[in-house]
């Protein structure tokens, strides 16, 4: 499959920190593609850096073949890219229908995804009308990735869904991510390694900001040398599930 994203050594420094030094990636359309790295390697940075709320200062990012670096945030998202933030970001006093509704980029997309919306996650049909402060945090996660699915976005960047979820809750966000798959092409930030391993096609490891790695995940899986050199010992010999067959 020809590639949706292309990152080509970006550069991206916050205030006079360099964060990223050489960050290069491609996401083949219709797959789950997973960045790794230890805390701090600049995973969350390079995310930001594509949806250009961090915009890199060196290097170039293409989006279906049209550069896209140096653009707003706006302009990118309205390209067709959705960004699922780190600790979920929803609107706490509005409804799960209203976080909803104000993801729209035009008029009616709601009505028409929401079909896909509640077969994903069946807890928002149930829950519509309640605030979104009052979901469980597994809700909550729900709600942020329900919300990037409002507009009929082709990529999908989600940072971290895992994070402090319970194990049962983890699982029913691993199936509706695969589900997902058939309908967008996502970008995954995870530090979860079980949950990215049965979920990726392809990997990328960042250290220090940099791109050191990659390969298919069913690889990795097995390299426990390579695993823990950058993710840590505490990774190698973790069980996994084989990520299933996709057809895109």
Do not use: W
């Amino acid at each position: 499959m020809p590639n949706i994203l292309e990152v080509d050594g970006i550069h991206t420094f916050i205030g006079q920190f360099h964060i990223l030094e050489g960050v290069s990636l491609a996401v083949p359309q219709g797959s789950i593609t997973a960045l790794l790295g230890r805390n701090g390697a600049g995973k969350t940075t390079t995310l930001r850096s594509i949806m250009g709320l961090n915009p890199p200062r060196e290097g170039a990012i293409r989006y279906a073949g049209e550069p896209i670096q140096g653009k707003t945030a706006f302009q990118i998202a309205a390209k067709g890219i959705g960004y699922v933030p780190e600790y979920r970001a929803i609107f706490r006093a509005l409804t799960v229908e209203e976080n909803l509704k104000i993801a729209e980029r035009q008029k009616g997309d709601l009505a028409k995804r929401s079909d896909l919306i509640f077969e994903l996650f069946p807890d928002l049909k149930r829950f519509y009308r309640l605030p979104g402060g009052q979901l469980s945090g597994g809700q909550q996660q729900m709600l942020a990735i329900a919300r990037a699915l409002v507009p009929d976005n082709r990529l999908l960047l989600v940072d971290e869904p895992s994070e402090g979820l319970a194990p049962i809750i983890i699982e029913a966000i691993v199936a509706a991510l695969r589900q997902l798959a058939s309908h967008a092409t996502v970008l995954l930030v995870e530090q979860n390694f079980r949950m990215a391993s049965m979920l990726a096609d392809r990997y990328y490891i960042l250290d220090d900001g940099q791109s050191v790695h990659s390969g298919q995940m069913a690889d990795l899986v097995n390299d426990r040398p390579l695993i823990t050199k950058y993710l840590g010992a505490g990774y190698a010999g973790t069980p996994v599930t084989p990520t299933p067959e996709r057809s895109n």
